[in-house]
């Protein structure tokens, strides 16, 4: 499985989405019934879970395998969407669909990430700003 993950911050327009979709940043877990508590290494004050809706399938066309999303001291503070199905690779030109969608809504000023196979990361770009980090 490949995934894109891109942190961004403060950009005018997730400040105005203050997140994605259904899930808005400084919420608590309590107010998502669509998600299951993932058992990992964490972080103190962190917890993290895999939403297990049905309501998000695709993005800009691309299946979705998962989304994960942190809380830390119960406030959402970070949103990752991870591409690519069991059965299905995950493509160079899909990740370029993506990003190209990403730096329209968000801007080209971001940091790309090269492959690192110890985290499974073959594409990443993370964008700058100056308050609380946001990832999609």
Same mark, same amino acid.
């Given at each position: 499985?490949? $995934? @894109?993950?891109?942190? $961004?911050?403060?950009?005018?327009?997730?400040?105005?989405?203050?997140?994605?979709? /259904?899930?808005? !940043?400084?919420?608590?877990?309590?107010?998502?019934?669509?998600?299951? /508590?993932?058992? &990992?290494?964490?972080?103190?004050?962190?917890?993290? =879970?895999?939403?297990?809706? %049905?309501?998000?399938? =695709?993005? =800009?066309?691309?299946? +979705? &395998?998962?989304?994960?999303?942190?809380?830390?001291?119960?406030? @959402? =503070?970070?949103?990752?969407?991870?591409?690519?199905?069991?059965?299905?690779?995950?493509?160079? /030109?899909?990740? +370029? @669909? *993506?990003?190209?969608?990403? /730096?329209?809504? !968000?801007?080209?000023?971001?940091?790309?990430?090269?492959?690192?196979?110890? %985290?499974? *990361?073959?594409?990443? $770009? +993370?964008?700058?700003?100056?308050?609380? +980090?946001?990832?999609?």
């Amino acid at each position: 499985m490949i $995934c @894109l993950s891109s942190v $961004c911050q403060t950009t005018k327009r997730l400040d105005g989405l203050n997140g994605f979709k /259904e899930f808005k !940043f400084n919420t608590s877990s309590k107010d998502y019934s669509s998600l299951k /508590e993932k058992k &990992s290494i964490q972080l103190k004050g962190v917890k993290s =879970y895999e939403y297990v809706g %049905a309501d998000y399938k =695709y993005l =800009y066309g691309v299946p +979705i &395998s998962f989304i994960s999303v942190s809380f830390f001291k119960d406030k @959402l =503070y970070s949103i990752s969407i991870y591409f690519g199905l069991d059965n299905s690779q995950y493509t160079l /030109e899909q990740f +370029i @669909l *993506i990003k190209t969608n990403f /730096e329209t809504n !968000f801007g080209s000023d971001y940091y790309g990430v090269e492959k690192t196979p110890q %985290a499974n *990361i073959v594409n990443s $770009c +993370i964008w700058d700003g100056q308050s609380t +980090i946001r990832t999609l």
